[in-house]
C-alpha cells in the first residue's frame, strides 16, 4: 500500500512570510495527487489536484501553488502567507483513474500564520 | 454535480451505545463510496467503502451499505468504544475515474465512558 509523508509536522508562521510544504509518496508510481486544507472545526477544501508531472489542477483562486516536479512529489507553496491560511493541510494519494481506489492520506501540516 | 450530505453533528454518546451516521448522496451513474475517519491530530484514513449498488463494507465494527434506491450509504455500529471518538468523513468518487473525491462535511463523535 502507500506511504505519504509530510513536513513539516507543525509551522508558525508570521503574516507576509512565504511558504513551501512537501509531499512525497511510496509504494506507487503515476498516482494523482491531492492538497487538501482544513480549517479549524471545518470539512476538507480540495486546493490542487494533479493528474502527472507539471500538471496542476487548481480547486480555488488564492495565494497559494502547487508544483509536482517529481512523479512522487507535491509541493505546496505561497509567496505572502495571509491569516486566513491557517489550518491543516493534508497531502492525498490514488491510483489512477479507477472509481474505487481511495485516497490515502498523509499525517498533515498545522500551520498556525500569525 | 456530485455531492455528499452527512449528519454534522457533534454527536457525544456513551460507550457501548449504537452508533448510525447517515449519509446520503447526489451522483450520476454508480459512484464508489468511502468513509473516512479522522483521529485527533491526524490525517484521513480509510474506515470502509462499496463499490456496488447492495455491496456492505465492514471494518472495525462498523459496517455501511449501499442503497442506490435511497442514495444512502449510512455507517453503523453497534456498540462504540471510547477509541471511536473521532471526526468521520462520508465520500464519493463518480463512476468513469473522476480525480476527486467528493467529501461531506464530517461529523466529530465523542463518546464517553
Known amino acids: 500500500s502507500q506511504t505519504i509523508h509530510q513536513w513539516p509536522a507543525t509551522l508558525v508562521q508570521p503574516v507576509g512570510s512565504p511558504l513551501s510544504l512537501e509531499c512525497t509518496v511510496e509504494?506507487?508510481?503515476?498516482?494523482?495527487l491531492y492538497w487538501y486544507r482544513q480549517a479549524a472545526g471545518r470539512g476538507l477544501q480540495l486546493l490542487f489536484y494533479?493528474?502527472?508531472?507539471?500538471?496542476i489542477s487548481s480547486e480555488v483562486p488564492q495565494n497559494l501553488s502547487a508544483s509536482r516536479p517529481q512523479d512522487r512529489q507535491f509541493i505546496l507553496s505561497s509567496k505572502k502567507l495571509l491569516l486566513s491560511d491557517s489550518g491543516f493541510y493534508l497531502c492525498?494519494?490514488?491510483?489512477?483513474?479507477?472509481?474505487?481506489?481511495?485516497?490515502?492520506f498523509g499525517p498533515g501540516t498545522r500551520l498556525t500564520v500569525l | 454535480g456530485n455531492s455528499v450530505t452527512q449528519m454534522e453533528g457533534p454527536v457525544t454518546l456513551s460507550e457501548e451505545a449504537f452508533l448510525t451516521i447517515n449519509c446520503t448522496y447526489t451522483?450520476?451513474?454508480?459512484?464508489?463510496l468511502f468513509w473516512y475517519v479522522q483521529y485527533p491530530g491526524e490525517g484521513l484514513q480509510l474506515l470502509l467503502k462499496?463499490?456496488?449498488?447492495?455491496d456492505k463494507g465492514s471494518n472495525k465494527g462498523f459496517e455501511a451499505t449501499y442503497r442506490k434506491e435511497t442514495t444512502s450509504f449510512h455507517l453503523e455500529k453497534g456498540s462504540v468504544q471510547v477509541s471511536d471518538s473521532a471526526v468521520y468523513f462520508c465520500?464519493?468518487?463518480?463512476?468513469?475515474?473522476?480525480?476527486?473525491?467528493?467529501f461531506g462535511k464530517g461529523m466529530k463523535l465523542t463518546v464517553n465512558p
Open positions: 492525498a494519494s490514488a491510483l489512477g483513474e479507477v472509481s474505487y481506489n481511495e485516497q490515502f
Open positions: 494533479s493528474v502527472g508531472i507539471g500538471q
Open positions: 465520500a464519493l468518487r463518480a463512476q468513469g475515474g473522476s480525480e476527486k473525491l467528493v
Open positions: 451522483a450520476t451513474g454508480y459512484p464508489s
Open positions: 462499496a463499490t456496488k449498488a447492495d
Open positions: 509504494g506507487t508510481s503515476n498516482p494523482n
